[in-house]
């Protein structure tokens, strides 16, 4: 079974620019969650989608940042436009229902590192 | 506010004996904690769990240990091997009230010395 992918592994942009990250979740996990780690910090949370509807954004620093799961598969985060601080590694992971599974543990991908110059 | 701490950024420990990582949590609504492990370039691993009814759960070599009153879980691997060497990560959910996002501590990377 294919784990959480994510796309790009690196980015590099400059200040002001547009990026996109794609996340894959595991086939069958309705659950999709962003984190970003930023500079060795902590882990922290970005939002949660169940299936193609976003259950919890609490975590979305700004309005220059756009989470989309459209048909409930893969997601895609944009950060328009970028800025300095944006900087870090964005996680992805999934999970089960817990109603439907015995167990809903979250699944990380490998992360993009994104860069702004 | 940091609701989630990990205070030793990294720890080193011999082959073979026991490693401690610790974890403190400020907010007593968590009822369930757990650790992942992160190497270099990849995403963080889960590990090991446990809901605040319990207060140790084991997996073969790990074992987590959990003081609610205290408001601090540990993670005890025992015997440490050259491959836990890695970053681990505590985290904790508000699961009994429908949310299930993470939050994590800062991380405490163990060396593990042959």
């Known amino acids: 079974e294919a784990g959480v992918t994510q796309f790009p592994s690196h980015s590099v942009i400059e200040k002001g620019q547009t990026v996109t990250l794609r996340c894959d979740p595991i086939?069958?996990?309705?659950?999709l969650y962003w984190y970003r780690r930023v500079m060795g910090k902590e882990i922290k949370f970005l939002l949660h989608?169940?299936?193609?509807?976003?259950?919890?954004e609490s975590g979305m620093p700004n309005n220059r940042f756009l989470a989309e799961r459209t048909g409930g598969t893969y997601s895609t985060l944009k950060v328009q436009p970028a800025e300095l601080e944006d900087s870090g590694v964005y996680f992805c992971?999934?999970?089960?229902?817990?109603?439907?599974?015995?167990?809903?543990?979250?699944?990380f991908g490998p992360g993009t590192r994104l860069t702004v110059l | 506010d940091q609701q989630v701490k990990q205070n030793s950024p990294s720890l080193s420990v011999q082959e073979g004996r026991i490693s401690i990582l610790n974890c403190d949590y400020t907010?007593?609504?968590?009822?369930?904690f757990l650790w992942y492990k992160k190497y270099p370039a990849e995403g963080p691993t889960f590990l090991i769990s446990?809901?605040?009814?319990?207060d140790k759960n084991e997996d073969g070599r790990f074992t987590v240990f959990l003081n609610k009153s205290a408001k601090h879980l540990s993670l005890h691997i025992v015997p440490s091997q050259p491959g836990d060497s890695a970053v681990y990560f505590c985290?904790?959910?508000?699961?009994?009230?429908?949310?299930?996002?993470?939050?994590f501590g800062t991380g405490t990377r163990l060396t593990i010395i042959p």
């Open positions: 992971a999934s999970s089960q229902d817990l109603l439907a599974a015995s167990t809903d543990t979250q699944y």
């Open positions: 086939s069958g996990h309705d659950n």
């Open positions: 989608f169940v299936k193609e509807s976003k259950q919890d």
């Open positions: 907010n007593s609504m968590f009822d369930y």
């Open positions: 446990i809901s605040s009814i319990k």
């Open positions: 985290a904790a959910s508000l699961r009994d009230f429908g949310n299930e996002k993470l939050t």
